[in-house]
């Protein structure tokens, strides 16, 4: 499969920062999330690789073509969803529509045609005659993707599509995010500051912090499996008083096991708290003897277990690992206002999609 981005040593500095910092990467196909905290370089790099503005140094192709040397073609190819609110409020979704398309130069029949198709895939009905300043953010918002699709790239840059949406809002919009790609085989490449939506909804990550590539993987690599069984005990209803999770941890312990709490709980309480996160020990996994085990200790003990799951990684461990990361995580103000890694990563979700943890804080 041909890339659809590589930059190679891309760097952007404007007089006061440094937006991008050397960065190497390689997008293939797909449904691709770009994620960062506010000022990391998402938007930078979206404008550098349309063509519209120029990278200090390092080079960078879209669809095999040169951002420096070819970016009308890049942008006869691609389609582009900016951030900001830009809609002309005294025009209808139609007429707006009808326009970009007959910019990106489609004949007038093709472009109505194609527009009615697109704001129909998009969600807008009947609503696409009034004029725009009266819809509510979430239709504002898929009027701006109608529109970057509407000439039929092969390619979407999304630059934090689901901004300003509730949760319903961002569930849909991820939900038409995802069919852009099954349904017509268009790549995509979507910003967001909200680590959990785009672990949901993409298949591959880039990660970048202070203009700097953290990591790109498939977002199956980031949730590998660990080597760790994340174990909770009920209490010991026959002995009120008694700790069973000190009993369990014990008796593992002396059949040569390593356990410990876990402090960074399942995005709950953290350590020590009242709450499930405080509940929860982990088991090291020596060899496929440790899940017996735990299960005979618990069972010896006459108490039950509430939960046996091998761990997995959190995407947001990315940037634990980070230079300047912080210790802890701090919940963000308010739902979808997140910004830095900290709120990052408490914006991402439960460390093991099956385990039903807490939700996305951004979807919350
Ligand atoms: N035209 C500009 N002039 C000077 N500095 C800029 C300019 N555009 C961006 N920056 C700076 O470059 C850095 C990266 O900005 P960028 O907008 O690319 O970040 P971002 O990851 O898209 O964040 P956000 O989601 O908040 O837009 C920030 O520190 C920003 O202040």
Known sequence: MSSVITTDSLTKRFPRVTALDRLTVDVQPGVVGLVGSNGAGKSTLIKILLGLAPATSGTARVLGLDVATEGPAIRERVGYMPEHDCLPPDVSATEFVVHMARMSGLPAAAARERTADTLRHVGLYEERYRPIGGYSTGMKQ???????????????????PTNGLDPVGRDDMLGLIRRIHSDFGISVLVT???????????????VIDGGQLLRSSSTASFTEATQVLAIEVTDDEEHPGTDSDAAVRD?????????????????????????????????????????????????????????MEQRRHRVVEIFNDAPDAPDAPAAPDAPGTATAPAALAAATSSPDPQEGGPADAGAA
């Open 251 to 307: 008796r593992l312990t002396a059949a040569g096991l390593t356990v410990r709490s876990d402090g960074a709980g399942t995005g709950g309480t953290g350590s020590g708290g009242s709450e499930l996160g405080g509940r929860i020990m982990l088991v090291e996994i020596e060899d496929d003897d440790t899940y017996d085990t735990v299960i005979s200790t618990v069972a010896d003990l006459g108490l039950g277990l509430v939960r």
């Open 192 to 206: 967001s500051h909200l680590l959990g939506e785009l672990e949901r909804t993409c298949d591959h990550l880039v």
């Open 142 to 160: 898929r009027v701006k993707l109608a529109q970057a699709l509407v000439h039929d790239p092969q390619l979407v840059l999304l630059d934090e």
